[in-house]
């Protein structure tokens, strides 16, 4: 597989990661039936396509991608769902995460 499927594939891990997270809130502690289950369904199937993104790009680049494209899209989703409206502090945080994740996959050398 290319580094092109590869970061395709990342990219559907990162929206089921980010969509696992959005449901894990409205399960309230896996209380709610059907959140909990779609919460499961959605982070079985995000682990599985880490997994195959992991065969082409080095784990730590993975990792380190999916992580933090999940932590801003869980952010963009609490905005927009749950009106958690984020701070000047956070933004900045948040700006060098994105930063950290250009850097790791633009410049980052692992093999």
Do not use: E, H, R, W
């Not at 790009?57 to 409206?85: D, E, N, R, W």
């Amino acid at each position: 597989m290319g580094n092109i499927t590869a970061y395709i594939i990342l990219l559907v891990a990162v929206v089921l990661g980010t969509a696992s997270n959005g449901f894990a809130k409205g399960a309230q502690g896996f209380t709610i039936l059907l959140p909990s289950i779609i919460t499961a369904v959605t982070i079985v199937g995000c682990m599985y396509t880490l997994s195959i993104v992991m065969k082409t790009i080095p784990v730590g680049i993975t990792y380190a991608s999916f992580a933090g494209l999940c932590i801003i899209a869980t952010t963009i989703v609490g905005m927009y769902k749950f009106k958690q409206i984020p701070d000047f502090y956070t933004l900045i945080g948040l700006a060098l995460i994105i930063a950290g994740v250009l850097i790791v996959n633009l410049l980052g050398k692992a093999n």
